[in-house]
């Protein structure tokens, strides 16, 4: 089971921080990722990272913006957003193979 948290309401050029926690399985197995949905357009890939955190990958559109990152010892997945854009609006998901969380809102606006 995977639950993210800390989306909202934020200004452009502002930050966020997205959480995702994991339970029923040894999250330090797998990789993790990022996606995010807005309306109207295909979920896309934001950041991935490899089981120890040591290999990370980004889209193009977030590169330099945004960094994520793991912590193991605490079952917990993170997304540090910066710089934020109104482009960023989505739904942000938490993946593992099948397994998908239900979402956090992220809204970019003035």
């Known amino acids: 089971q995977l639950a993210e948290s800390g989306g909202g309401l934020v200004q452009p050029g502002g930050t966020l921080r997205l959480s995702c926690v994991a339970s029923?399985?040894?999250?330090?197995?797998?990789?993790m990722s990022w996606y995010r949905q807005a309306p109207g357009k295909e979920r896309e890939l934001v950041a991935r990272?490899?089981?120890?955190?040591?290999?990370?990958s980004y889209g193009d559109s977030v590169k330099g913006r945004f960094t994520i990152y793991r912590d193991n010892a605490k079952d917990t997945l993170y997304l540090q957003m910066n710089t934020l854009k109104p482009e960023d609006t989505a739904v942000y998901y938490c993946n593992t193979g099948d397994d998908w969380g239900r979402g956090t809102q992220v809204t970019v606006s003035s």
């Open positions: 029923g399985f040894i999250f330090g197995w797998y990789s």
């Open positions: 990272i490899s089981e120890n955190g040591n290999d990370r």
